[in-house]
């Protein structure tokens, strides 16, 4: 809960777009790192329809707001409504951090450094070779630039509209001319399976298992019936992070594949936006992300 004593008539504003927002945790998140640094500002959630979110980045600019957050489903959207571009925003093809500037607003990502920040930190010494990744919006537009960086090989894209997967694919490519991950596109896993099978690395880059959005049968795989077992490490990460126990984990615990939630990358990104609009560092901690995941929990 904000201290309504820290609210005066200076108090800047910094906000979450996206829909759904009301099981976000990055208002208290946020909040909590402007009180620890006696930052004059507030951080909230609003809920924005598609097709709106140019008009209310451009209110927020007018009305004095020092940056926000671009959520599902709109970070293309918001690609395309910014003056200008940070070279990670281009690299990903999404926005998902807005820093106004006067009338004008900077269009920057930090998706990807915040998967391969928190996959560094939790994960540290894993290697992946070839990836499954669920998903063919911003958000797994910035998988695919982290996990290059990484050095992964080989990456099935997985998504319900494969027509969205293949444009994906496309557009990564002609990023990529030298080719050094090669992409492959799917309507569904099934007809992957093998490719699935083999993986070291299984990513839910979409929003199924998210709260407040209903989950589609069959689309993820039954790990344990379709994971070859071997010498290779494993893992499955959710960027989903509310709840913190989704469907996707669950089938990868039943394999005894290792698991990550979102917690991590939200933090790590959210670290990342609050560093570029207040030219401070904050607290990314273990501790801070098991009580973030503690709060979460207990709501």
């Not at 998903?135 to 630039?145: C, E, K, Q, S």
Request: with cysteine; hydrophobic share 45%.
């Amino acid at each position: 809960m904000i201290a309504t004593s820290r609210i005066s008539a200076s108090t800047r504003l910094c906000a979450l777009l996206g829909n759904p927002v009301r099981y976000s945790l990055s208002p208290r998140i946020h909040n909590r790192w402007y009180e620890e640094h006696d930052i004059d500002a507030v951080y909230l959630a609003l809920p924005v329809a598609e097709g709106e979110v140019a008009q209310t980045l451009r209110t927020l600019a007018r009305t004095g707001a020092i940056g926000a957050n671009i959520t599902v489903p709109h970070k293309l959207e918001a690609l395309k409504a910014c003056d200008r571009l940070t070279s990670e925003a281009r690299q990903v093809g999404a926005v998902n951090s807005v820093l106004f500037e006067g009338s004008g607003m900077t269009g920057d990502n930090t998706d990807a450094q915040g998967f391969a920040q928190d996959l560094r930190k939790r994960a540290a010494g894993f290697s992946c070779a070839k990836a499954c990744l669920w998903g063919a919006g911003g958000a797994a537009r910035a998988v695919l630039v982290a996990l290059k960086e990484l050095g992964t090989k080989e990456v099935l894209i997985v998504n319900r509209t494969q027509e969205k997967a293949r444009n994906l694919v496309r557009s990564f490519e002609a990023e990529d001319p030298k080719g050094s991950m090669a992409l492959q596109s799917a309507a569904a896993w099934q007809e992957r399976r093998d490719f699935v099978s083999t993986s070291d690395l299984f990513v839910n880059a979409s929003a199924q298992g998210m709260k407040g959005i209903a989950l589609r049968d069959g689309y993820f795989p039954d790990f344990a019936s379709v994971v070859k077992s071997g010498f290779s490490e494993k893992l499955a990460y959710d960027l989903v992070y509310n709840p913190t126990r989704t469907l996707f984990l669950d089938l990868a615990r039943k394999a005894n594949i290792p698991t990550l939630g979102g917690i991590g990358m939200l933090v790590c990104q959210a670290a990342a936006s609050f560093e570029k609009w207040f030219g401070v560092a904050p607290d990314i901690s273990e501790r801070f992300l098991r009580t973030t995941a503690a709060r979460l929990e207990q709501n």
